[in-house]
């Protein structure tokens, strides 16, 4: 009988960052891994984990997944199969063939997270990134040399965590070209909207954002915008091929808005929303993030609380809007899967 089905691939993979993601994704690998090897003909080992204040830990044969598991749950020192690496030395010098770069965004200069991807190619590996950084800061010099070396460089996690968005694009949306991007691309903002709709004050929205872990530790970073601005920036490269600088992008916060702005809109029908738009007509490139006073026609209106969505205007089908989760640990690990899958495909370009 005709088999459809390739070869099993392994995969040897270090991770840069041992929190909420990384741990997410090893919860998934430790309950996929048979249905990895069967339905993807996908198969891994962990051979090394880099963090910043836990140290390193390598085996060239993988870690157990249990006892990371353990670990993640636990909070405890890493105290088996130590290294005196850093993440950057890990990446070299171990025999991983995909890095995963999960340490904190850092949109000042991406730093080490640059480094790290750029380590990585000149030692033949792959990278998989949910850390925003180095695609927001530096995507068409590390496409570049991820193409010279024959690697992949996957973001489907920096945009809307595990909600497909980079992989529907490429995939479902092919040959119906898109004219503009419109999103809810930050879900803490919208969560404090949402509280604000539902009688909160600014102040007292903030305080529950940051209570349920949605605020980033850089809560300037969530609400003035800026992760919504380096996620724009990493669609105009994925989408359009379009480099911008993040000061190219305008940007308005929601830290202005009070229950005053919240009530005018609802008694004219309409709700707030902090909305990137990113159109490539000729041109004519429009890029912005700001909060809009949406009619509630509109289907990014009724996205509430910590939840994303993008609307997709397409040259086929008019406006397709996708929604889903924004953050969190699994959900995110998901997004890191889906390239993993990609890479296992071997079409990465
Ligand atoms: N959480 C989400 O829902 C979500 C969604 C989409 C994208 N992301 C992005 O994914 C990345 C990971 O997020 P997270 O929520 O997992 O963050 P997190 O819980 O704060 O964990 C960050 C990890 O990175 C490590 N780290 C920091 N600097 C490092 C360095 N120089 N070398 C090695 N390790 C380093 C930290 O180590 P120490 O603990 O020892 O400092 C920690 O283990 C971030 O860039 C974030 O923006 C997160």
């Known amino acids: 009988m005709l088999s459809l089905k390739g070869s099993v691939r392994k995969h040897l993979i270090a991770l840069v960052g041992f929190g909420t ?203 003035e915008g800026v992760d919504a601005q380096a996620k724009l920036a990493i669609l105009a490269n994925e989408l359009f091929d379009l480099t911008l600088e993040l000061q190219d992008i305008k940007r308005v916060g929601i830290s202005a808005l009070t229950q005053v702005h919240i009530e005018a809109a609802r008694r004219a029908g309409k709700r707030w929303k902090l909305v990137a738009t990113l159109s490539n007509e000729g041109d004519n490139i429009v890029a912005h993030v700001e909060p809009e006073e949406l009619d509630l026609s509109d289907p990014l209106a009724h996205v509430t609380g910590s939840m994303n969505a993008i609307t997709f205007s397409t040259d086929h089908l008019g406006d397709v809007t996708i929604t889903g989760p924004g953050a969190g640990g699994e959900e995110t690990g998901y997004a890191v899967l889906s390239d993993l899958l990609t890479l296992n495909t071997g079409v990465y370009s």
């Open 21 to 223: 993601v990384a741990q997410g994704l090893c919860k998934i690998l430790l309950e996929k891994r048979d249905l990895l090897k069967r339905d993807h003909q996908f198969e891994f080992e962990i051979v090394a984990v880099s963090t910043r204040s836990r140290g390193t830990m390598f085996h060239p044969a993988g870690l157990s997944l249990s006892y990371l598991n353990y670990l993640a749950q636990n909070k405890v020192p890493f105290v088996e199969n130590l290294k005196e690496w850093d993440a950057e030395d890990m990446i070299r010098e171990s025999n991983a063939t995909v890095v995963i770069e999960l340490a904190h965004s850092n949109m000042q200069d991406a730093e080490p997270a640059i480094t790290h991807c750029r380590t990585a190619f000149k030692t033949g590996k792959h990278i998989i990134c949910g850390n925003k950084g180095p695609a927001a800061v530096a995507y068409s010099q590390l496409k570049a040399l991820a193409k010279k070396r024959g690697c992949a460089f996957l973001n489907e996690a920096t945009v809307l965590s595990g909600t497909p968005t980079l992989g529907f694009y490429k995939n479902s949306l092919r040959g119906n070209p898109i004219s503009r991007v419109r999103g809810i691309l930050n879900g803490a903002t919208n969560f404090i909207l949402s509280e604000m709709e539902a009688g909160s004050s600014y102040d007292e929205a903030i305080q529950q954002a940051e209570k349920r872990g949605y605020l980033e530790a850089e809560k300037h970073a969530d609400v």
